[in-house]
């Protein structure tokens, strides 16, 4: 399928990741998850989808919620720099064999001229630069909460072979900014990025396509904290499913939630400027048990199985591909359900293992 390298065309100059379309199954369950509790705005919403931004947006929106029969995943959007880099997304993908469609007015409310695409991994990515500008709430106080979700952050996409994925998305323009992988060589995890934050999307080793999680960021770790005290006292604590913590990988403060359909949502915060060309990448050792979290926490099972369903462009759930590879869960977790580092390690510990 995928044609040579050599004559490939030139990438489209991707900006940021924008937004992410969900297919949602109850939308008024999903309204009070996204809007009641989290507090993102909407710009506008019909009877059958809900348009929300974050706070300090200024375009449409950063999160389509679309009622349909299946929860999944329709569109990883991305912004790009000029209306000729959704031509040049077209003619990238059309290249390397993929499926493309192209609708000059757009596939969401909000949106103008864009392009989708069912990706050599079979994720269904969307370019596009035309936008409805909304008003940008930084400076409405009046409107935060002690919660308050001002930017979308990234993408997360769970996919068999790392490596591969990592060369493809490297091809269309993406720094590698952390990757998790083992003494043998076996990558369980990349992060990559187009604007100057440690990702705009990650690849985590495992069957996919599947949509791991979307993340928003806060300004500060209280606000996470903020989200937690507020999901207790509406006694809502069982949709916390890891966290909050402080990430090894990105040293992001972190929490991770699940929606009303399960799908994973990440509040995310303070990572750090990657913007340099020479911005050095940073390896972790599998086996080191800060890497997921700094404090040495165990990672729950489920955050390593659960995922969601992608979409094709017909609308219908990609069939999966099992992971060959050794996985994080399998090299990490033992059946106790506690993490290790390596069995029998007794140099570095319960917690602590080496850096690679
Ligand atoms: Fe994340």
């Known amino acids: 399928m995928a044609a040579e390298t050599s004559t490939l065309p030139t990438p489209p100059d991707v900006v940021r990741c924008a937004y992410m379309e969900l297919v949602v199954t109850d939308l008024a369950a999903s309204r009070a998850f996204y809007v009641d509790v989290l507090g993102l705005v909407v710009t506008e919403e019909n009877e059958n989808a809900i348009y929300l931004r974050s706070l ?4 449409h929106h950063n999160l389509v919620l679309r009622k349909g ?10 912004r790009v720099r000029t209306p000729g880099d959704v031509d040049r997304a077209e003619a990238y993908y059309r290249a390397l064999g993929c499926r493309v469609e192209r609708r000059a007015n757009g596939f969401t409310t909000g949106v103008g001229d864009a392009v989708r695409v069912e990706d050599p991994f079979g994720f269904p990515f969307e370019f596009f630069f035309d936008t409805e500008h909304v008003e940008r709430l930084t ?4 409107l935060h909460t002690p919660g308050a979700l001002v930017r979308l952050d990234h993408f997360n996409q769970v996919t068999p072979d790392v490596p591969a994925a990592l060369d493809y998305i490297n091809k269309l323009g993406f720094g590698t900014t952390e990757k998790i992988q083992d003494e043998a060589g076996t990558v369980y995890a990349a992060w990559v990025r187009r604007k100057p934050t440690v990702h705009d999307t990650a690849m985590t080793g ?7 999680h979307v ?10 904290i903020a989200i937690c005290d507020k999901l207790g006292a509406l006694r809502m604590s069982d949709v916390i499913e890891r966290g ?10 972190y929490l991770y939630l699940r929606d009303p359909d399960g799908h994973r949502v990440e509040i995310y915060t303070q990572d750090y400027y990657t913007g340099d060309p020479d911005n050095p990448v940073v390896v972790w050792d599998v086996h080191d048990n800060q890497r997921r979290d ?15 369903r992608v979409l094709d462009l017909d609308g219908n759930p990609q069939p999966l591909t099992a992971r060959e590879e050794a996985k994080e869960l399998d090299v990490t977790i033992g059946a106790d359900g506690f993490s290790y580092t390596r069995q029998g390690d007794t140099e570095h510990g319960f917690k602590v293992g080496n850096q690679l």
């Open 56 to 59: 300090e947006e200024f375009i």
């Open 69 to 78: 029969p299946v929860a999944a995943v329709a569109a990883f959007a991305y």
């Open 139 to 142: 400076w409405r106080y009046d």
């Open 206 to 212: 495992g069957d996919g396509p599947r949509m791991h």
């Open 215 to 224: 993340a928003f960021a806060t300004h500060e770790k209280h606000n996470i």
């Open 244 to 253: 909050p913590g402080r990430h090894g990988v990105s040293n992001a403060f």
């Open 294 to 308: 700094w404090w040495g926490n165990p990672v729950v099972p489920s955050w390593y199985t659960d995922a969601s």
